[in-house]
């Protein structure tokens, strides 16, 4: 299913500014959102003033937002916030800046006693090469087993 703008809060908890995700369209076990980064977009004015880049956080925390999408299907309780259990080695191969469009791609390999983990990889205006990928794993502590 496909959300756009502000439909998107219907399936991840964050907001604006720190959700800026223009559209996300979740299936069975992937996800797929898309980010314009407009000119206008806030962290640009601050970082770096003269020579706009965004920041790996933020991108690092769109691919994660994107990632939490996968669990949408799998929850019993829709409100529940998935938290982020593990983030694997990463190599950023190349910045993004005002103009360019991103398309983040996060697939759920296996969700097994609350603890979904997958890859998430984000790629820049439509090349085929990723700019950015990693392995993460997120947890749902209503299904995680209880340990005594």
Known sequence: MKY???EIY?????????MILDSLDVEENKAISEVHLKEDLWI???????RPTLPMTLLVECMTQTF??????????K??????????EMHLKEGAQPGDFLRIEADLKSF??????????????G??????????????????????
């Open 10 to 18: 219907n399936v991840i908890p964050n907001r604006y500014p720190y």
């Open 68 to 77: 939490m999408a996968t669990l949408y299907p799998k929850k019993d309780d």
């Open 127 to 148: 090349a085929d090469d990723p700019i950015l990928e990693f392995e993460i794993a997120h947890a749902l502590p209503s299904q995680m087993i209880k340990m005594r």
């Open 4 to 6: 756009v703008g502000e």
């Open 44 to 50: 640009f004015a601050c970082h770096f003033p003269g």
């Open 112 to 125: 097994k006693r609350g603890i979904a983990k997958g890859v998430c990889r984000t790629y820049k205006n």
């Open 79 to 88: 409100s529940e916030i998935s938290l982020v259990y593990y983030i694997g």
